[in-house]
């Protein structure tokens, strides 16, 4: 078992036999090694089982759902669609986003279930792109996960940090807000989600149960609140308001370019997929844990926009609240109580935090599996799994490091929230765009898909190419600006530092990646 990952497998070895590999005595299902499914995938992959399988059902189901958040999340990006796009721009365009994320992770959840592994999507292009081009896409899209992911960390960091300084000068009128604030606060979550994963790793599954309990019922206190208490505004206004606070000068491509105030709170349900190799039964758990929470999850936070839009009162005071957060003026001018507000708006906060607590650990599991299968520099380091913790510490800490790193742009930039955010949407959007791609075009040309639990039948083409389309567009509309001609300080410099990464990548490439990354499709072995 030791060797199998350490290069590709030679074709002819015996058949997976489950009493071989695990002994006679651990056939039945245990919590390092998972169900027989689970080692058969294992081993199937060439992969050597190294965290524990802690992970069932509900406890994956809570971490995807606490991770993608997308009632809090939506409260807190909320400022950016108001200012382009407006009510109407912000509650159309979630539900356009919603039904295409929808077909999107549909899409995902099958391929999860073919191969349930933490690589995920640069996994899934190496077994299914073309076999000319699966290395080199396999190691860029690789690249861009590790990007996405590592920014998500820091971009969910940096929105819980602006949240904290708003609900200070919710309390205190005359707080000035300063950028090293923001930046220090990023520091301070960071680290406590870093020390999280780390000290508490083995009780991560429990606590994401209890937070998605925290989730649910904070949705309807928070929904009843404001129904009860809120100013209710004009529903036809609210529905059919659009506005260009950004200088568009053209209502839809105002909306268009605060696309990503909808998309943030319904990126991620791929997080499951890089959870997989800690997750219990992946190829039958996965898929329904993704789809249940977009779902879910998609439901809760439309039904929490329209309140929100509903109650939201005067427009142009919700954008200029000295607390910067939209929301949290809403919480204010509905209970007309600071205490009630606060509370409010610690409920959201503290969900920000454990927001950024399942993506910590998610970006650290896809940067092992990445180094694992020598993707990187230093991939030792950073495949390395403690046996005290069993999980990739030294990947944890780089998130840490990354979130630090980033939160700095907060210095001398006035929308750096923005710019992170739009980073982490575009590296994603990319990886599904190629994966999704790959699977969609060996249904086109007929070949046949790897067997799994869950499969689309005939309705997985037109799944893919809707998804597809949709992700297209979304890509190219992440890396607007919130205004044209923008200065310096308010440009969205994710383009550049997504033009820096692929760059850096195809460096790396030509000097050592093709040298030492063969792709996962080496490690595979072939079933009898």
């Known amino acids: 078992m030791a060797d199998i990952a350490k290069g590709p497998v030679v074709e002819g070895e015996e058949p997976y036999n489950d009493s071989e590999l695990a002994g006679e005595e651990e056939v039945e299902v245990t919590e390092k090694k998972g169900t027989s499914g689970d080692r058969q995938a294992m081993w199937r992959m060439g992969k050597v089982q190294e965290m524990r399988r802690n992970f069932r059902f509900v406890s994956i189901f809570g971490f995807s759902m606490i991770l993608m958040a997308s009632w809090e999340t939506m409260l807190g990006t909320s400022t950016i669609g108001l200012i382009d796009g407006g009510t109407a721009g912000l509650i159309w365009m979630?539900?356009?986003?919603?039904?295409?994320?929808?077909?999107?992770?549909?899409?995902?959840?099958?391929?999860?279930?073919?191969?349930?592994?933490?690589?995920?999507?640069?996994?899934?292009?190496?077994?299914?792109?073309?076999?000319?081009?699966?290395?080199f896409l396999s190691y860029m899209i690789g690249w861009l996960c590790v990007l996405g992911w590592q920014t998500g960390a820091a971009n969910t960091a940096f929105l819980a940090g602006t949240q904290i300084q708003g609900l200070i000068a919710l309390n205190k009128p005359d707080y000035t807000f300063e950028p090293w604030h923001g930046t220090l606060l990023v520091f301070a979550v960071s680290a406590f989600n870093v020390i999280f994963n780390t000290f508490l790793a083995k009780k991560l599954p429990l606590i994401e149960g209890i937070v998605l309990v925290i989730h649910v019922f904070g949705f309807f206190a928070v929904l009843v609140v404001l129904w009860v208490m809120g100013p209710k505004g004009d529903a036809h206004a609210t529905f059919t308001?659009?506005?260009?606070?950004?200088?568009?000068?053209?209502m839809g491509l105002a909306t268009l370019s605060g696309l990503v105030a909808v998309v943030l709170p319904l990126l991620g349900a791929d997080a499951a997929v890089h959870m997989s190799e800690e997750l219990r039964d992946a190829s039958k758990t996965l898929p329904r844990s993704m789809i249940w929470t977009t779902l879910i999850n998609g439901a809760m936070g439309w039904v929490m926009l329209i309140t929100f839009c509903i109650v939201i009162g005067s427009l142009d005071d919700a954008?200029?609240?000295?607390?910067?957060?939209?929301?949290?003026?809403?919480?204010?001018?509905?209970?007309?109580s600071l205490v009630g507000a606060s509370l409010m708006g610690?409920?959201?906060?503290?969900?920000?935090?454990?927001?950024?607590?399942?993506?910590?650990?998610?970006?650290?599991?896809?940067?092992?599996?990445?180094?694992?299968?020598?993707?990187?520099?230093?991939?030792?380091?950073?495949?390395?799994?403690s046996p005290k913790f069993d999980v990739p510490i030294n990947a944890i800490c780089l998130s840490f490091a990354v979130s630090c790193l980033l939160s700095l742009i907060n210095l001398g930039s006035s929308v750096a929230l923005m710019s992170i955010a739009s980073l982490s949407t575009a590296a994603i959007l990319a990886?599904?765009?190629?994966?999704?791609?790959?699977?969609?075009?060996?249904?086109?040309?007929?070949?046949?898909?790897?067997?799994?639990?869950?499969?689309?039948?005939?309705?997985?083409?037109?799944?893919?190419?809707?998804?597809?389309i949709f992700l297209v567009f979304v890509f190219i509309f992440s890396f607007f600006p919130m205004g044209p001609k923008p200065t310096p300080a308010g440009m969205n410099w994710s383009i550049l530092m997504f033009g820096a990464t692929v760059v850096f990548a195809l460096a790396y490439y030509a000097v050592r990646g093709r040298h030492v990354y063969a792709g996962p499709v080496a490690y595979v072995r072939k079933s009898a």
Not at 241 to 250: P, Q, V
Not at 319 to 336: D, E, H, M, W
Not at 352 to 377: E, W
């Open 319 to 336: 954008i200029g609240s000295p607390t910067r957060q939209a929301y949290l003026y809403v919480f204010y001018n509905s209970t007309k």
């Open 431 to 468: 990886s599904y765009i190629v994966s999704i791609s790959c699977i969609a075009i060996k249904r086109i040309k007929g070949q046949p898909l790897l067997p799994s639990k869950f499969n689309l039948g005939r309705a997985g083409l037109p799944l893919n190419i809707v998804s597809i």
């Open 346 to 385: 610690a409920l959201v906060i503290t969900m920000a935090i454990f927001c950024n607590l399942s993506i910590t650990a998610t970006s650290s599991r896809q940067l092992f599996a990445f180094a694992r299968d020598q993707g990187i520099p230093f991939s030792q380091t950073f495949a390395y799994v």
């Open 241 to 250: 308001t659009f506005n260009d606070y950004g200088g568009w000068n053209d």
């Open 94 to 135: 979630y539900l356009v986003c919603w039904i295409g994320f929808i077909c999107v992770n549909t899409s995902m959840a099958e391929m999860g279930s073919m191969a349930p592994t933490s690589g995920g999507q640069y996994h899934w292009v190496s077994e299914f792109a073309p076999a000319k081009y699966q290395k």
